[in-house]
C-alpha cells in the first residue's frame, strides 16, 4: 500500500528528521503536539499539526486514544512513532492496526518478546546467540539467588527484566550484599516498570557497548548495516557514538553481524532495529537485548552506508523488500555523534533550565546537525533536555575526530549549559583517540575540574546582546506574560 500520510507521533529532531524524508517521498506529514511544543519546529514544519493536551507526556505523547484520533481526523495512512514515548509500546502498536492504520515499526509481537529482557534472552538462546552467563528466568527468592551467584561467581549484576537505563540495576560484590541489592533493585523496578522481576547476571568488570543495526522486510529479507560503539555514557545512557567501532575486527564484526540478523529472525522482526551486545576484555560478544524502534544514533549508520534509515522503514512499511542485499552493502569512513544535552557536565550532568539565547549551529563539509530547536525557544522542562544531535564524517577516525572538534568549536549555545564541553574532553582524550576505552571512561576519566570553561570577551558581548534581543522580543510579544507574574516550574521546584 502507498502510504501517502504520515501522522508522527512524536517531537523535536526526530519529528523533524522523519518528516523531511517523508518530504522527499513526496509524502504528507501530520505533527501533534503539547501545549508546551505550540511553537516548536516540527509543528511549523509539518503539513499540519493537531494540539493533544497538556505538556505532561501521559496528557500528550503518552495518550495513544489521543494520537490515534488525531490520525482518522487528518485521514492519515500512518503513524511513525520515532523513539522514546511509545515507539515500543506493542499495546500500541495493536491498537493502530485495529484503527486501520499502518503502524511503521516492527509488529507487536515482536516487541513483546524483545521488550522483556528474560523473553528476548530465551529465543536468543534457541539460536546459540551467546548470552552472559547467569539466571535462566527471574530470581524467585533469596535462596534461588545464592544458588546462581555461586554457579557463576562474584561480582554480579542484578537486572530489572522489563526496563533499561540503569533503573532496577545493583551491582553485588560478595554475598553479603545480596539479600539487600535484590530487594532495592526489585522495589525500583516495581517503581519504574510496574513489574518487579529480575535475574542475574555474571558482571563484566571492563565491557564495550557495541550494536548492530538491521533491516528486515515482510518477506524474510534481513541484513545488517554494521556498528555502532555505544561506550561512552553516563548514568548507563548513551553521550557519544560512533560507527564502526575501533576495537572489531573483520572477523568479529562479521560474526557479531550474522548474530544480530539471527536474532532478528528469533522474533520474525520486520523494520529497522537494533541489536545490542556486550564486548568484554578478551573480545568475547554478549546479547545484551534488542531495541525495537529506530535509535537515537541512527544518523552515524546512514552516515557511513548513504542509505535513508527513515525511509527504509516507510518502504518496509508499505510492504516493499529490500533493495539489497547483505552482499551489496558495505561502510566508507567513518563517523562520530555527540548528543546535545541541556545538562551540566559540572554539576553530575543535572538537566539544566532556560532560554537559547545564542543557537549558532557548526557548518561545513560532512557536518549534519539534527535539531528542533532555534534560537529564542525555551527549553521545556517536561521531556528529555536533548537540544540536538552533532554528527560528523570523515575519511577515517582521525579525520571525523578532528573535524567533531571543530564542530563543537563552532557550535554557538548560549542560556543553558551543555554537554558540549565535555564532548571536547571525550574528543581529546588519549583513552578515546587511542580507542582503549569501556563503558566506565566517565568514571575513569572525567571529572568537573577537567573541563576548563571560559568565555571568551566575544562570547560575553553576544550573550548580552542576545539577552536585550530576546527581552524586547518577549516585551512586544503578545503572548509575553505580565509584570509580576512570578511562576516557578513544577521541574524547579523538585529539583531544590
Known amino acids: 500500500m502507498k502510504i501517502k500520510k504520515i501522522l508522527v507521533a512524536n517531537r523535536g529532531e526526530i519529528a523533524l528528521r522523519i518528516m523531511r524524508t517523508a518530504r522527499e517521498m513526496g509524502i504528507k506529514t501530520v505533527a501533534v503536539f503539547s501545549e508546551a511544543d505550540r511553537n516548536s519546529l516540527h509543528v511549523r514544519y509539518a503539513d499540519e499539526a493537531i494540539c493533544i493536551g497538556h505538556p505532561l507526556s501521559n496528557q500528550s505523547y503518552l495518550a495513544a486514544k489521543k494520537i490515534i484520533e488525531s490520525a482518522w481526523k487528518t485521514k492519515s495512512d500512518a503513524i511513525h512513532p520515532g523513539y522514546g514515548f511509545l515507539s515500543e509500546n506493542a499495546d500500541f502498536a495493536d491498537d493502530v492496526k485495529k484503527a486501520g492504520l499502518i503502524f511503521i515499526g516492527p509488529d507487536a509481537s515482536s516487541m513483546r518478546i524483545m521488550g522483556d529482557k528474560l523473553s528476548a534472552k530465551s529465543a536468543a538462546r534457541k539460536f546459540n546467540i551467546p548470552l552472559v552467563p547467569g539466571s535462566d ?56 516498570f510496574g513489574d518487579p522481576s529480575v535475574f542475574i547476571e555474571r558482571y563484566i568488570k571492563a565491557p564495550r557497548h557495541i550494536e548492530i543495526q538491521v533491516l528486515a522486510d515482510s518477506k524474510g529479507n534481513v541484513v545488517h548495516l554494521f556498528e555502532r560503539e555505544c561506550s561512552v555514557q553516563r548514568r548507563h545512557q548513551k553521550v557519544i557514538e560512533e560507527a564502526p567501532s575501533s576495537i572489531l575486527t573483520p572477523e568479529l564484526r562479521t560474526l557479531m553481524g550474522a548474530c544480530a540478523v539471527q536474532v ?106 539534527d535539531d528542533g530547536f532555534e534560537e529564542g525557544m525555551t ?24 573535524r567533531m572538534i571543530r564542530a563543537i568549536d563552532d557550535y554557538q549555545i548560549t542560556g543553558v549549559k551543555t554537554t558540549l564541553p565535555f564532548c571536547r574532553f571525550v574528543m581529546n582524550h588519549e583513552a578515546f583517540t587511542s580507542g582503549n576505552f569501556t563503558t566506565h571512561f566517565v568514571q575513569n576519566y572525567f571529572s568537573p575540574d577537567k573541563l576548563s570553561v571560559t568565555n571568551s570577551p566575544f562570547d560575553e ?26 511562576t516557578v516550574s513544577p521541574w524547579q521546584t523538585n529539583r531544590k
Open 137 to 192: 528466568g527471574a530470581v524467585a527468592d533469596h535462596h534461588s539467588a545464592i544458588a546462581i551467584a555461586q554457579k557463576i561467581g562474584y561480582p554480579l549484576l542484578i537486572k530489572a527484566s522489563a526496563g533499561g537505563g540503569g533503573k532496577g540495576m545493583r551491582i553485588v560484590n560478595d554475598q553479603n550484599e545480596l539479600d539487600e541489592k535484590i530487594h532495592l533493585a526489585m522495589s525500583e523496578a516495581k517503581s519504574a
Open 264 to 369: 532478528a529472525k528469533a522474533c520474525n522482526y520486520t523494520s529497522a532495529g537494533t541489536v545490542e551486545f556486550l564486548l568484554d576484555e578478551n573480545h568475547n560478544f554478549y546479547f545484551l537485548e534488542m531495541n525495537t524502534r529506530l535509535q537515537v544514533e541512527h544518523p552515524v549508520t546512514e552516515m557511513i552506508t548513504g542509505l535513508d534509515l527513515v525511509k527504509e522503514q516507510i518502504r518496509i512499511a508499505e510492504g516493499f523488500a529490500l533493495p539489497f542485499s547483505q552482499e551489496d552493502l558495505v561502510y566508507n569512513g567513518h563517523s562520530i555523534e555527540v548528543r546535545v544535552y541541556a545538562e551540566d557536565p559540572e554539576n553530575n550532568f543535572l538537566p539544566d533550565t532556560g532560554t537559547l539565547l545564542t543557537y549558532k549551529t557548526p557548518k561545513g563539509n560532512n557536518v549534519r546537525v
Open 379 to 402: 527549553i521545556p522542562v517536561f521531556y528529555d533536555p536533548m537540544i540536538a544531535k552533532l554528527i560528523v564524517h570523515g575519511k577515517d577516525r582521525e579525520t571525523a575526530i578532528r
Open 461 to 486: 558581548v553576544a550573550a548580552v546582546f542576545s539577552v536585550l534581543h530576546l527581552t524586547t522580543n518577549q516585551k512586544n510579544s503578545p503572548s509575553a506574560k505580565p509584570a509580576g507574574d512570578n
